[in-house]
């Protein structure tokens, strides 16, 4: 017996504060923890699609970060956010393509380990349609050999997720040299521009990590537009 394709609506932000961001991110997770006790009003899952200005944000792992900390990596230029994703510290801004899925794992599978490994195995799809072997690892994220290409921290109550993943396309590498990227002490990062060694940008990232997306959950896209949410 074959399982109905579950429906997903993406909405691209373009670039977009982090802070702005996480306001989207908790729109749609009311929407679908209201619908839990209304099953009438059923609301669609959701991937959001944006790129940030320079940010450096620690997930809930994270021992309380030093304030002296977060002030010299706001000397930087760069945003800094405590937030309730998983893992520990890390960098996001120009250049990366980043994803917050918005799911009922009701519509797929009630599995935050299934879910997170879903994540891993579509961007090691991703990466393979532009002819890198990329590979996970006992540190959650996608790697190259040693080197990180993409981060994931998710978070997940009662079944719906949020925060997602960062995929490294053309970042400019040197902010992540101000920090241990995710905790992880002596591995690297890296992105698709510097593994081809040529320029690959979010927009020409984005149509191929849609089509790996929609064949790893097994699920149909569509598209709407971003009701002003961009600034």
Excluded at 40 to 64: F, K, M, S
Excluded at 72 to 79: F, I, N
Excluded at 84 to 102: D, N
Excluded at 209 to 227: D, G, I, K, P, R
Aim: charged share 20%; with cysteine.
């Amino acid at each position: 017996m074959t399982l109905p394709r579950s429906a997903v609506r993406v909405v691209n932000l373009g670039q977009i504060p982090y802070g702005r961001a996480l306001q989207v991110q908790q729109h749609y997770v009311r929407q679908h923890l209201d619908s839990l006790t209304c099953p009438h009003d059923q609301r669609p899952n959701t991937l959001l699609l944006c790129e940030h200005r320079p940010v450096y944000t620690v997930g809930i792992r994270q021992a309380p970060y030093p304030s002296e900390e977060e002030e010299r990596l706001k000397g930087l230029g760069a945003d800094f956010f405590r937030t309730r994703r998983g893992g520990l510290i890390t960098f996001h801004g120009p250049g990366q393509l980043v994803c917050y899925p918005i799911l009922s794992l009701g519509c797929f599978k009630k599995s935050v380990r299934w879910y997170v490994c879903e994540l891993e195995r579509t961007v090691i799809n991703l990466c393979s349609r532009f002819g890198i072997k990329a590979s996970t690892s006992p540190d959650t994220g996608v790697w190259v050999g040693d080197n990180k290409i993409c981060a994931i921290g998710i978070h997940c109550g009662r079944y719906i997720t949020s925060h997602g993943l960062a995929l490294n396309c053309n970042t400019d590498l040197t902010w992540f040299e101000h920090v241990v990227p995710c905790g992880i002490v002596g591995k690297g990062v890296t992105t698709l521009s510097r593994e081809l060694e040529k320029e690959v940008s979010v927009s020409e990232t984005t149509q191929p990590f849609l089509e790996a997306f929609a064949e790893q959950f097994n699920c149909t896209l569509s598209f709407q537009e971003t009701e002003g949410q961009k600034e």
